[in-house]
Structure formats: C-alpha cells, structure tokens
C-alpha cells in the first residue's frame, strides 16, 4: 500500500488533534477529579506499539515513555496522575516546529508496521 505525502500529512495532523483532545480532557479531568488517565493510557499504547513493530524512539517517544514511567509511579505511590498530558502537549510543539522530520518518521514507521503485518499474514497462511 503506497501511502501519498498529502495522507500521511492528514494521519499526522488527525493524530495531533487527537492528542491535543485527550490532553485537554485530561488536563480538565484532573482540574475535577484530580487525575489524568487518558493520556496515560494512549502513551501506553504508544510505548507498546513501538516496542512490538522495533520502531526508533525518538525525542517524542523518550518524552512520553518518561512521562509514562512518571505517571506510573505517581498513581502507585499518590494516586493520581499529571505528567502525561503535559508532555503530550510538549510533544505537539515539537512534532508541529519539525514537521518534515516527523513526516518522514511518520512513513518509514508506517512502512515497518505494514512490512510486519505483511509478514505476519505470510506466517499464518504457512
């Protein structure tokens, strides 16, 4: 599947406002509850799709892994959570001032998790 300059920049984008909605609900969630999960989860999510498709970890991804790791010990230890929508809103900064590097990034990770799931349906027809 070839993917065109204009839809990876439209993936890029969609993600970013993702991100920039899950942080802003977060950050309210801990204005009212007193802790931010959604962040924390997606960064998760995050951390395990990088390990399992062997991505690059990048400023972005060592940003939020911290975060993570922050939050994790935070909820263990206080029981609440903040550091992970705050980062996530550092990370939007960064993706949208080195847009070019990330939409590069961007591909060459697509190619790998596609290349992967290739590989995984040749596997299971073996």
Do not use: C
Not at 5 to 22: N, V, Y
Not at 59 to 72: I, Q, Y
């Amino acid at each position: 599947m070839l993917m065109t300059k204009e839809s990876i920049e439209r993936a890029l984008t969609a993600s970013l406002t993702l991100m920039l909605g899950l942080a802003t609900l977060d950050l309210a969630l801990y204005i009212w509850a007193g802790t931010a999960v959604l962040t924390v989860v997606a960064h998760a999510m995050s951390l395990w799709l990088v390990l399992r498709h062997r991505l690059i970890f990048d400023l972005v991804k060592l940003l939020e892994t911290g975060a993570l790791f922050f939050d994790l010990y935070l909820i263990n230890r206080y029981g609440y959570a903040v550091a992970s929508p705050v980062a996530t809103l550092f990370a939007i900064i960064h993706i949208s001032l080195n847009k070019e590097y990330h939409l590069n990034k961007l591909k060459s990770d697509l190619d790998k998790v596609l290349a992967s799931k290739q590989q995984d349906v040749e596997d299971d027809e073996k």
